[in-house]
């Protein structure tokens, strides 16, 4: 259902080569290349902070020159900005484009649907989607207004889009406080994804563990949604 090939990030490293914020030079590497050089730089921000960026250590992690970064971006924050951009950009039309989709299934296929397709993003785009997860978690991250709540505002609103054609439907009753119902499930739908993203924050969460699978989970989470909002036809 989600569009996830690095292959088709070349459209949004196009886009921002010419708003200035990457080089051609960047634009004409192998793919896998450019893959290391956006982990290299997320890691780096996510670890230092975005301000303390360390230009040495991306090259390092990248597995190039500081130089050759030197030839990608003019400076250690345009390095930054291009990272962060095509990250919100790229999420954002994911989702985009898994709402046409979402918002025509049952309810209870739409949110099995919107949380597979959370696994299959983490699996596709690991480095990216555990930057973004490992922003919003770290609390001081100066990354939580500019990356992470403009993204989990898009997560939100699909939800509460959801929430709103199943009402349309006869699935969910008509009575429920659609928004802060929404926020609710947008809150519980990031404690079972992102505990398998970071298997530490599982310890904490105790999503998943001995005979209790993912798939498991995710059922009694659809259920316990669907007993306290569902109409007969929504819980069937």
């Not at 080089?23 to 896998?32: G, H, I, V, Y």
């Not at 005979?211 to 109409?231: C, K, N, Q, W, Y």
Request: glycine residues 8%.
């Amino acid at each position: 259902m989600i569009p996830h090939d690095w292959l088709q990030t070349q459209a949004y490293i196009l886009q921002l080569e010419k708003e200035g914020l990457v080089t051609r030079t960047f634009r004409r590497l192998d793919p896998d290349r450019q893959q290391a050089v956006l982990t290299a730089i997320l890691d780096e921000a996510v670890d230092r902070g975005p301000t303390s960026i360390n230009i040495k250590q991306v090259a390092r992690r990248a597995g190039i020159s500081v130089g050759s970064l030197y030839t990608y971006f003019e400076n250690r924050d345009g390095l930054l900005t291009f990272a962060v951009e095509l990250c919100i950009r790229l999420m954002r039309d994911i989702f985009g484009y898994a709402r046409q989709y979402l918002l025509a299934m049952p309810i209870r296929e739409a949110l099995r649907g919107y949380m597979a397709g959370g696994f299959e993003l983490g699996e596709a785009q690991a480095g990216m989607m555990q930057f973004f997860v490992r922003a919003a978690y770290n609390i001081d991250s100066e990354l939580s207004e500019q990356v992470v709540r403009p993204i989990a505002e898009v997560m939100r609103d699909l939800v509460r889009d959801m929430l709103a054609e199943a009402i349309k439907r006869g699935e969910v009753r008509d009575d429920i406080d659609i928004e802060a119902t929404a926020r609710i499930i947008h809150a519980m739908t990031l404690v079972v994804g992102d505990s398998q993203m970071f298997p530490v924050l599982n310890v904490y969460f105790q999503v998943v563990g001995d005979d209790v699978t993912v798939p498991r989970s995710l059922e009694a989470f659809i259920d316990l949604i669907m007993a306290g909002i569902g109409t007969e036809t929504g819980k069937a």
